[in-house]
């Protein structure tokens, strides 16, 4: 009986390729929605400043800004998790290969988006509890808009 070793990625190219590729892949890691704590620590912060700075504009734009800087930060991290993946284990490094993969994962963060507000509409996924109960802190003593 025999046993065949699947083969392990090989990086290839320089060093420095490799530690952007690294360090890229781990940014993108913290403020992907794969890590499950990371919310807390790197998407709401950035949320709620780009909803701080959007309210500069009207006061209204506040809650749309948050919510807009929460995907944004999130799609960043999906991209450059899939920007460093490739630095890492491509063996050519090219524009076209960079724009393809930004494009990719752009398309595939908002596919991804656009599925999950569906499932939500159709209620197919149910929310309802999640917004409810004593896992709800009241949204004006987190924002500091009071007309929310």
Do not use: H
């Not at 284990?89 to 524009?95: A, C, I």
């Not at 309802?128 to 802190?137: C, E, K, V, W």
């Amino acid at each position: 009986m025999t046993y065949q070793l699947i083969p392990f990625p090989t990086f290839q190219g320089s060093w420095l390729k490799k530690i952007t590729g690294f360090l890229l892949l781990s940014f993108g890691f913290l403020l992907s929605p794969l890590s499950c704590w990371n919310d807390l620590f790197f998407n709401l912060p950035i949320a709620y400043g780009f909803g701080y700075l959007c309210r500069l504009f009207s006061s209204s734009f506040f809650l749309p800004g948050t919510i807009a800087g929460y995907w944004l930060s999130n799609l960043v991290g999906i991209v450059l998790m899939q920007v460093g993946t490739t630095q890492l284990l491509q063996k050519q490094s090219s524009e076209n290969n960079f724009k393809k993969a930004v494009w990719s994962g752009v398309l595939s963060s908002s596919v991804f988006t656009v599925i999950l507000l569906a499932l939500i509409q159709f209620n197919i996924l149910d929310l309802s509890n999640l917004m409810t109960g004593d896992f709800l802190i009241g949204l004006s003593s987190i924002f500091p808009d009071k007309s929310l």
